[in-house]
C-alpha cells in the first residue's frame, strides 16, 4: 500500500500562486508515476498534471498548460504541484494520486492510490 498526503490548499486570490504537497509513505518503491486531478463542484474528476517516476517527463491538461508545474522529490518521497496565474476556474479540490506502472498516464482509471484532497479556492 501506498499512502498519499496532499497539503498548500488554500484561499487565493485570481493571479495569485499556491503551491501543493503530495507527501508519499508505505511502500513507496511499488509507486511508479503520480499525478494530480482535481474535481469542481458538481463535475467530473479532471486530470491535471503526471510525471513519472524520474521525473523526467511530465504531461499537462491544456487548461493548466503554462501556468501549473508538477515536480518530484524522489529522496523526500513528496510531489509539487506550482500554481500560478491562478483563475476562479480553477477552484477545486486537488486530488494526488500514484500507480503502479511506471507509465506516464491522464487516466483516473489507471491510477492505484488516491490521496484525501485539498482544497483551492481561488476568488476573482
Do not use: H
Not at 469542481?40 to 511530465?58: C, L, Q, S, Y
Not at 488516491?114 to 476568488?123: C, E, F, P
Amino acid at each position: 500500500q501506498v499512502q498519499l498526503v496532499e497539503s498548500g490548499g488554500g484561499l487565493v486570490q485570481a493571479g495569485g500562486s499556491l503551491r501543493l504537497s503530495c507527501a508519499t509513505s508505505g511502500r513507496t518503491f511499488s509507486s511508479g508515476a503520480m499525478a494530480w486531478f482535481r474535481q469542481a463542484p458538481g463535475k467530473e474528476r479532471e486530470f491535471v498534471g503526471a510525471i513519472t517516476r524520474g521525473g523526467t517527463i511530465t504531461r499537462y491538461a491544456d487548461s493548466v498548460k503554462g501556468r501549473f508545474t508538477i515536480s518530484r522529490d524522489v529522496v523526500k518521497n513528496t510531489v509539487y504541484l506550482q500554481m500560478n496565474s491562478l483563475k476562479s476556474e480553477d477552484t477545486a479540490d486537488y486530488y494526488c494520486a500514484a500507480r503502479s506502472d511506471f507509465g506516464i498516464s491522464s487516466a483516473v482509471t489507471s491510477f492505484d492510490y488516491w490521496g484525501q484532497g485539498t482544497r483551492v479556492t481561488v476568488s476573482s
